[in-house]
């Protein structure tokens, strides 16, 4: 006669489904779905500052990590605490399982932010935007209008500028609202001459008919205005957020010869992003490992990645293309929306669930 099996504790039960539920959180997050919040307003009004949303792993393919040695379901830090939640005494080389598809233009992506160096490739800070170049294409921005290989780009529907609002009147929270402008997205003059205001196209057209408002003007940066902090060197080439380009975004085995107006252009990413343990240019002349550089072919693809909120956004324009192993997956759909300027039940965007992201 067999011992009967002897009855597990409730403290060991409670430890059996807390390391199960662990492991199987864990492995959704990495191959399949990762939940994400929108902190910012780069994406208004596509993305609202409190939308939550899944980021599918699998349109992409599903990396495989590069810093294994992680505790389980953190990125960056140990919750609650400034103490990393990782060590970085093992990085594997970047690999990614077969995908649905390849990112496509205009395709909303979340990524790692590629300027954060201080962090290994995979536990740099989140970022969401729009990819409006792929590997292979020109981007050129005229007068805030972005162009693709000499064609208009895609305008989301909901894309944001900034404008001055020009009125003698003290214009309250609740008129904005009003015309879905919200209290972020808005900024009195210090000379109480007007406002300088974020909003869509459609809630200007609103606005320029309202008896309160005198004029509207969308704010453009002039087109022979050099502005340093533009990638790769604004005042070099005499770009702003507004205009710059034509400029080529990198694709694997692409060969460029390394003229000075190239390595203007890609030395920077040459240096950051190619693997490469020695980058220098020195006389305009590119140096890999100490070795003079006359051409030069590119280990993976790229991205140019912008938000809709086109004058309130961090993006490609500032710190340049998106790295191949730095996509982590696709913007897929909303399953809860907070707006925080309300209370209670009015919190809620219902209208918002379940909505698809484009």
Do not use: C
């Not at 899944?54 to 992409?60: E, G, I, R």
């Not at 040459?270 to 693997?275: A, L, N, V």
Request: aromatic share 14%; net charge negative; charged share 25%.
């Amino acid at each position: 006669m067999t011992e009967e099996k002897k009855k597990k504790s409730a403290v060991r039960e409670w430890a059996d489904a807390l390391i199960f539920a662990v492991i199987a959180a864990s492995l959704i997050r990495w191959l399949l779905l990762e939940p994400f919040t929108i902190p910012t307003a780069s994406m208004e009004k596509s993305l609202l500052v409190g939308d939550f949303l899944f980021v599918s792993k699998m349109h992409y393919g599903t990396r495989i990590p590069r810093t294994p040695l992680q505790i389980p379901l953190t990125h960056q830090k140990i919750w609650g605490t400034n103490a990393n939640s990782y060590v970085d005494w093992i990085q594997l080389p970047y690999m990614r399982l077969p995908g649905f598809t390849k990112v496509k233009r205009n395709d909303v992506v979340v990524f790692n932010y590629p300027a954060e160096y201080e962090f290994p490739v995979d536990l740099k800070t989140n970022y969401i935007k729009r990819a409006v170049a792929i590997p292979g294409d020109e981007i050129e921005i005229v007068g805030t209008q972005v162009f693709i290989n000499g064609e208009p780009g895609y305008k989301p529907e909901e894309m944001q500028y900034s404008y001055d609002v020009m009125t003698d009147r003290n214009l309250s929270a609740d008129f904005f609202s009003d015309y879905g402008i919200n209290p972020e997205s808005f900024m009195p003059f210090s000379n109480g001459s007007g406002y300088m205001v974020m909003a869509t196209e459609e809630s200007i057209d609103r606005l320029r008919k309202s008896p309160a408002v005198g004029s509207v003007t969308m704010r453009v940066e002039r087109q022979d205005l050099g502005d340093p902090r533009v990638f790769p060197d604004g005042a070099y080439f005499g770009w702003n957020k507004d205009n710059m380009g034509p400029l080529t975004i990198p694709a694997e085995g692409w060969t460029i010869e390394m003229d000075p107006d190239n390595i203007a252009k890609y030395a920077f990413t040459i240096e950051k992003y190619e693997g490469h343990e020695n980058v220098e240019v020195r006389d305009n002349e590119l140096y890999i490992d100490g070795q003079k550089v006359t051409s030069y072919t590119f280990k993976q693809d790229y991205y140019f990645m912008m938000g809709d909120n086109r004058h309130d956004s961090l993006d490609s324009r500032y710190w340049g293309f998106v790295p191949e192993d730095h996509i982590v997956g696709k913007a897929w759909f909303l399953w809860l929306s907070l707006d925080k300027h309300k209370s209670m039940f009015n919190k809620i965007r219902w209208s918002r669930f379940f909505n698809s992201i484009n």
